[in-house]
């Protein structure tokens, strides 16, 4: 895969055997995507936000600012429309499925979060690696958005 999206995370360092699989993935030419974090803390204090060579991604409201439960701080890249709390409308609406045993048919969720705003950038650096190269750097995908994002924080 040349863009992974790992929409998950945990408090504390980055584990060795995490950040070995992420320089791994980036030593072969992939760009890891991971999510900020919900704790509206600083996000060096989570995994795999911590982790070096990743592109982290925070989230936004509806209205553009900083979603309430959001991580933040100097290792977030980027962020993008991850829902906020409140009313079904501050959501980013999710396909799953209505059975609570077994499947029984396709329903929307709405969900908030990071690991909802992740998935949007992950989609986004894949047009953007593609149209800079495909041996496009992480540093050189980061600095493209930066330079071309209203959510960026640089």
């Avoid at 980013?92 to 908030?112: A, R």
């Avoid at 909802?116 to 950038?121: D, K, L």
Wanted: aromatic share 4%; charged share 15%.
């Amino acid at each position: 895969a040349k863009v992974l999206n790992l929409s998950l995370g945990a408090f504390g360092s980055c584990p060795v055997m995490m950040q070995d699989a992420i320089d791994t993935a980036v030593a072969n030419g992939s760009v890891v995507v991971v999510a900020a974090g919900n704790e509206a803390a600083n996000a060096s204090t989570a995994y795999p936000a911590n982790c070096n060579s990743v592109i982290t991604v925070a989230s936004v409201a509806p209205d553009g600012a900083r979603s309430s439960f959001s991580n933040f701080g100097a290792n977030v890249d980027i962020a993008a429309p991850g829902g906020d709390d409140g009313l079904i409308e501050d959501t980013i609406l999710s396909t799953v499925d209505s059975g609570l045993d077994t499947p029984t048919g396709d329903t929307y969720v709405g969900y908030m979060g990071t690991s909802m705003a992740t998935p949007h950038m992950a989609g986004g650096i894949a047009l953007v690696k593609q149209a800079l190269s495909d041996e496009a750097t992480t540093q050189e995908i980061i600095e493209t958005i930066a330079a071309t994002s209203p959510w960026s924080p640089r």
